[in-house]
C-alpha cells in the first residue's frame, strides 16, 4: 500500500485539516493506497509559503537555479523505476511505455530545464530599452492523471527555472508519483518554499489555487470544461493562465503515402496509454483511392493488440484509469452510427478493472459526436476524402487543435502540414520533440510548454529605457 498522509509545504512534510482520498489500481479495482483530501487552508498555507520563497529564488542567478534542478534531475533519476511503477499501478500503463514515456520523457525535460537554466539567454536591447525576463511570481500548476509526472515537470521545471514558485495539486486520481518528484525535490536541496505539493480534488484545492488572490499565474493541463472554469476563476484579478487542453488530432494520410506504415503508427499513436493520450491522432483521414486498404489495416492493427495486466509483458493495451472514463468511452462507443471494424463494447476483455477494447469505426461522418468529441479513450474514427483540400476541411473542423499527422510525398505533406490550424503537426512519422513548444489552436489551449518557449510562459518582460 502506498500510505502518504502529509502534503508538502514550506520545505516541511505537514498533515492536512482534511479528510482522505483513496488511490484506486484501476486494472484490478483494488485500492492502493491514499492521500490527503486537501482544503482551502492547506492552499492558503502552501500559497504563502510560495510567496515567502519567491523573492529569494527569483533573485538567485538562472544558472544556479539550473544547478539546484541538475540536483533534482539527478535524485528523480535515481527514482526511474519506482516511477514506471507507480504509474503502472495508478493509470495502468504498460511497464515498457510506462519505463519509456512515464518515466522517461519527465526526465528529458527536467535535465532540458536545467541546461536551458545554466546557459542564460543573454539580454536584448532594442533602441534605448534593455529588455529583462522576469519571473511571473506564484505560480499554482494543476495537472490531469494521463502523463501524471510529465505534466507535473513540465510545468514545474519550466517555473523553478524561470524563477517563479509553485504550489503544485496532481490529479486526485494518480496523486501518488508526484511525492516521487517531491521527495527527490526535498533530497535535492530545493529551497524551502520553492515548490509546495497539495493534494485534492479539483472542486477544492484547484478552484482554491485558480481563485486565489496571491496567485500570479495558473497552469493548467486537463480538460476543456475545466480549464474555461479556471479562466472564469482568474479573469477577476486578471492573473495569467496558460491551459493545455483536450484534443481531437487528425492524421491525414494522402494518396501517395507509405499507407502501410502510415496506419501502423496511427493506430500505436491513437491507443497510446489506451487512448488518454490529448495529442492522439483519433481521426484517421485517408484518401478514398486507398481507403479500404487502410481501413483494413487499421481493424487488423487494432485486433492484435492485446489487453490486460500492464506488468505482463504481452499487453499492449492497460485499463481506462476510472470507471467513470470507462462508462464515458462505453458510451461513444454504444451511440455511434459508423461502421464498426475492430473491438466494440461486445468484445472480450478482463473480467475485472477498466479495460474497453481497442476500437476501429470507418465510413465516420467528419461532423458526428465519434468525430467531434474528445474520447479519451482507445477508439480510432476512419473518414474517406476526395482531395487535399478537402482532406485539410476535414482535419480543421474541429473546435480543437493539438496535434496531427501527415503522409505523403514530402513537398505534398508539408504543404498540408502548413494548412493544418494545430500546434503540432508530425510528416511522415516525425518523431516527438520534448524540446519544441507544445500546445493547442483553438480550445486545445493558451500558451506553450516544453522547452525556451514552455520557459518563456512563466516570464514577464520588461522594458528599462536609459
Ligand atoms: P480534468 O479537467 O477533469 O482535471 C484536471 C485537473 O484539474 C485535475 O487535477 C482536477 O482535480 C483539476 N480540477 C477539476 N476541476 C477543477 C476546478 N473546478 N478548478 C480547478 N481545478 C480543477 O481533466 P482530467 O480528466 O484529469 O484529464 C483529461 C483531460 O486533460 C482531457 O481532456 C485531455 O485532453 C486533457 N489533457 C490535455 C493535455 C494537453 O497538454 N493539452 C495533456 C493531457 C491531458
Known sequence: MFERDRL??????????????????????????????????????AVAAARAAFDGWAGTPMASRGAVLDRLHASLAARAGDIARTVGLELGTPRKVAERV??????????????????????????NSL????????????????????????????????????????SELTPLVAYLLIDAADEAGVPAGVLNLVTGTGPV????????????????????????AITHAAADRIAKVALELGGKSANVILDDADVTRAVKVGVGNA??????????????????SRYDEAVALAAKAAASYSVGDPFDDATRLGPLVSASQKARVLGFVERAT?????????????????????????????????????????????????????????ANNSRYGLAGGVW????????????????????????????????????????????AYGLAEFQQTKAIQR
Open 408 to 451: 505523403g510525398s514530402d513537398d505534398r505533406a508539408l504543404a498540408v502540414a502548413r494548412r493544418l490550424r494545430t500546434g503540432a503537426v508530425d510528416v511522415n512519422g516525425g518523431a516527438f520533440n520534448p524540446f519544441a513548444p507544445f500546445g493547442g489552436y483553438k480550445q486545445s489551449g493558451v500558451g506553450r510548454e516544453l522547452g
Open 131 to 170: 529588455i529583462v525576463h522576469e519571473p511571473v511570481g506564484v505560480v499554482g500548476a494543476i495537472t490531469p492523471w494521463n502523463y501524471p509526472l510529465h505534466q507535473v515537470v513540465a510545468k514545474v521545471a519550466a517555473a523553478l527555472a524561470a524563477g517563479c514558485t509553485v504550489v503544485l495539486k496532481p
Open 8 to 45: 508538502y509545504i514550506g520545505g516541511s512534510w505537514v498533515s492536512s485539516p482534511g479528510d482522505r482520498i483513496a488511490v484506486e489500481n484501476p486494472s484490478t479495482e483494488e485500492v492502493l493506497g491514499h492521500v490527503p483530501a486537501g482544503t482551502a487552508s492547506d492552499v492558503d498555507n
Open 102 to 127: 512515464q518515466a522517461g520523457l519527465p526526465l528529458t525535460v527536467l535535465k532540458g530545464y536545467a541546461d536551458l537554466a545554466a546557459r542564460p539567454v543573454p539580454e536584448e536591447t532594442v533602441g
Open 205 to 228: 484545492v484547484g478552484a482554491a489555487i485558480a481563485g486565489h488572490p496571491d496567485v500570479d499565474m495558473v497552469s493548467f493541463t486537463g480538460s476543456t470544461a475545466t480549464g474555461r
Open 271 to 288: 491507443f497510446l496509454n489506451s487512448g488518454q493520450t490529448c495529442t492522439a491522432w483519433t481521426r484517421m483521414l485517408v484518401a478514398r
Open 338 to 394: 459508423a461502421r464498426l471494424v475492430a473491438g466494440g463494447p461486445d468484445a472480450p476483455l478482463p473480467p475485472a478493472g477498466h479495460f474497453v477494447a481497442p476500437t476501429v469505426f470507418a465510413d465516420v461522418d467528419p461532423s458526428s459526436e465519434l468525430a467531434q468529441e474528445e474520447i479519451f479513450g482507445p477508439v480510432l474514427s476512419i473518414i474517406p476524402f476526395d482531395s487535399d483540400d478537402d482532406a485539410v476541411a476535414i
